[in-house]
């Protein structure tokens, strides 16, 4: 097995009590969310200067840029910009979602922070903004790639007609195809309109480096894929010593469960803030607790989720009631 696995031997979890005692303060809160989010000193979101002058008694905008003559606070230009919430109740959330490994739901967090059950899932969908990463992957390692259906009925179309169009998988489901590299454990997911050759190997291409070996199941949706071994799963085969996707496939099974008993549905429009969210934390879990709540501040910036943006998105009206 390779070596060169990220990470600690071991990670260093927190508890609430640790939780509760570092954010004990508003001032804690924000101090935290400063030294994580500037570490080299304060800089201006919009123009980049160091130049910054502190205005007493300025909340909720604290800091002023010399420069460009902003006005600014540690939330603007990050998914926090534009909230009311405290930090205080911000920090308590991205422990939230990056401990809660089955997801979190918005009546968690609704009953946890004593925020409304509304306020809670706009807050949830902005801290799963820091998970969404357009790059491609570059993984060199061996991938496995196998496809997970979630879901949910078909959209506007004839289950009959859907089939012949998809060729595989459940019709009335919507399709998402991941790959998890050999040694790192790193995972790469996406909402795939459909799962047929093109599509799949397209996912391939764009994250894998030449010659990368990938490792997949019978499906002939792959076959043409360089450097390709198939293991059947229909047929009893039993599992050959490298030859198997039982990494990815337990990938599935922790955003099943999170499907199932916790956000009990997922809609096809918001499917993949779900699955950049179980990737994201995914990718994290060589991290101590801390680290990867810092490494979503730092993800946290040039990223806004605007309420009126999500709603709209999921085709709700403003005062329809959030689903989970
Ligand atoms: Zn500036």
Redesign the pocket.
Known sequence: MARNAPGKHWRKGMTLMEVVRMFATEEAAEQWFIETRWPNGIA??????LNIRKVENRKPMPYR??????HFSVKTGTVMQGSNLGLQTWALAFYLLATGLKGTSSMKLHRDLGVTQKTAWHLAHRIRETWRDEEAGDFENAVEVDEGYFGGKAKNKHAWKRKQEEGRGPVNKTAVVGMKERGTGRVRAKVVENTDGRTLKGFIQENVEDGTKVYTDTATTYSGVPNREAVSHSTGEYVREQAHTNGMESFWSMMKRGYIGVYHKMSPKHLDRYVKEFEGRHNQRPLDTIEQMQVMVFLAEDKRLRYKDLIRENGLSSTARPAK
């Not at 201006?44 to 200067?49: D, E, L, T, V």
């Open positions: 201006c979101p919009q123009c980049g200067s840029c010399r420069d460009c003559r902003k």
